[in-house]
């Protein structure tokens, strides 16, 4: 169990670094402009997203083979003209830097990259990688053979134009809630969770973690400020279980992977983790947790509260501490 929060500058070995992080992840997702090397290995359901147009291909600017041998590994491979990102998400990890997937980073140029394990930065690049993916061309077999066919030509800087119509919508701050839940009585719930199903479908496909699952938060309409949610944000819960006027337990935050406006209410979808019980804290440990951060009035088991950056981070670190 995570003990301590993760904030470092990569610098010297550090695609080795990566390498160490990346073979021990099960979650691995990157945005890397140019791949000429095989350093770390994408294969089945990884996500990766680089320039893979013609002219990078024909400039050797990413390789094809290495491309092709991670298509033929299973990894889930997009093409995306103009890329120059180079942000990787390793489990609960970002990593987001310089350097490109190459032998020159890896050996010659001088390249730095921030790891951090902060939820909400993890949540924003995930989504900005996610993103990224669903606005570019898909990397098949199809278009392994195709580029296969390209005459190379000598290595030289040209660097693709970005596609004119890819618009991302990623924020750009990350933005923590703490939002009241309370249960509803079986007869309720049975009727939400029917209503729910549909939206828990689509929200499912975008689960990141192994043995994680998708799970409704739903309010009336009444409840305006709840609609300011947001896809990539992250939600603290306190829990408000039936007869209660108080929340009992409290939640780690967790990302909101899909919003849903309703006819009569507004409902989010959030990325629950196998052991999120096991993570949560009481409410009296967490008031507790929280009196630095002088939240007015105060939270309750009607709260929808939009902490501030300063805040955000002063409970992620405090909470962390208690671990």
């Known amino acids: 169990m995570q003990t301590s929060h993760v904030h470092r500058i990569l610098h010297l070995n550090l695609w080795s670094e990566i ?25 089945k359901d990884d ?24 298509v033929h590994r299973g990894a889930k491979v997009f093409s995306c003209d103009g890329l120059h990102a180079k942000i990787l998400v390793l489990d609960q990890r970002a990593i987001v830097g310089s350097a490109n997937l ?38 098949d077999r199809d278009f392994v053979s195709r580029i296969a066919k390209i005459k190379l030509a000598a290595p030289v800087w040209r660097g693709s134009h970005r596609a004119p119509n ?64 947001r896809e990539g944000d992250t939600v603290v819960q306190l829990w408000c279980p039936l007869g209660s006027a108080v929340p009992v337990r409290v939640y780690e935050q967790v990302t909101v992977i899909r919003t849903q406006k309703e ?9 629950e983790s196998r052991i999120s019980d096991a993570r949560a804290i009481s409410w009296q440990r967490f008031r507790q947790i929280i009196k630095p951060l002088q939240i007015s009035p ?21 909470w962390t501490a208690t671990k």
Not at 58 to 70: E, G, L, M
Not at 110 to 131: R, S, Y
Not at 263 to 271: L, S
């Open 166 to 229: 890819l618009q991302l919508e990623s924020p750009t701050e990350s933005r923590t809630w703490i939002i009241g839940v309370r249960e509803l009585s079986p007869p309720f719930l049975e009727r939400e969770e029917a209503l729910s199903e549909p939206g828990k479908k689509l929200a499912s496909k975008s689960l990141q973690k192994k043995g994680s699952s998708a799970e409704w938060i739903r309010w009336p309409s009444s409840v305006w400020r709840a609609k300011a949610i």
């Open 47 to 70: 996500i990766l997203v680089s320039d893979v147009s013609d002219d990078a291909i024909k400039h050797q600017q990413t390789n094809r083979d290495v491309i092709a041998a991670a």
């Open 263 to 271: 006819p009569r209410g507004f409902r989010i979808y959030v990325e």
């Open 102 to 139: 190459s032998a020159s980073s890896a050996n010659r140029l001088i390249e730095a990259a921030v790891l951090t394990d902060h939820p909400g930065t993890v949540a924003l690049v995930t989504k900005l990688i996610n993103d990224l993916a669903a606005k570019s061309v898909s990397v």
């Open 298 to 318: 105060p939270v309750g088991r009607g709260s929808v509260r939009l902490l501030t950056a300063e805040q955000a981070d002063v409970l992620w670190s405090s």
């Open 19 to 43: 390498a160490k992080l990346f073979n021990h992840s099960t979650r691995r997702l990157a945005a890397i402009a140019y791949v000429t090397s095989d350093r770390v290995k994408f294969g």
